[in-house]
């Protein structure tokens, strides 16, 4: 996959590729970047991460401001773009 342009198109990347990119990847931030994707992509992302902690801040993850998923998904997309170069 050569260009990811939205937060959904995470779900095309291989698992172990995406893994990979997401590694270093503040959790809280991809937390917030998943609560605003659809539940197929949160389910996939969540099965290339720490599930264990991705569930357990998921869950007590306060209602977020819709500006604050897009910088949070756009932080994300960024990382994945730099890690699949």
Do not use: H, W
């Not at 893994?19 to 099965?47: F, H, Q, W």
């Not at 991460?49 to 007590?60: H, M, R, T």
């Amino acid at each position: 996959m050569e260009n990811v342009l939205v937060f959904e198109d995470l779900e095309k990347v291989e698992e172990r590729r995406l893994a990979e990119a997401l590694k270093d990847v503040d959790m809280e931030t991809l937390v917030r970047a998943c609560a605003g994707t659809s539940p197929s992509n949160k389910a996939y992302i969540r099965g290339v991460v720490d599930s264990g902690k991705f569930d357990a801040l998921l869950k007590e993850f306060p209602p977020t401001r819709i500006e604050e998923i897009d910088r949070a998904q756009n932080e994300i997309l960024e990382f994945v773009m730099k890690g699949m170069r």
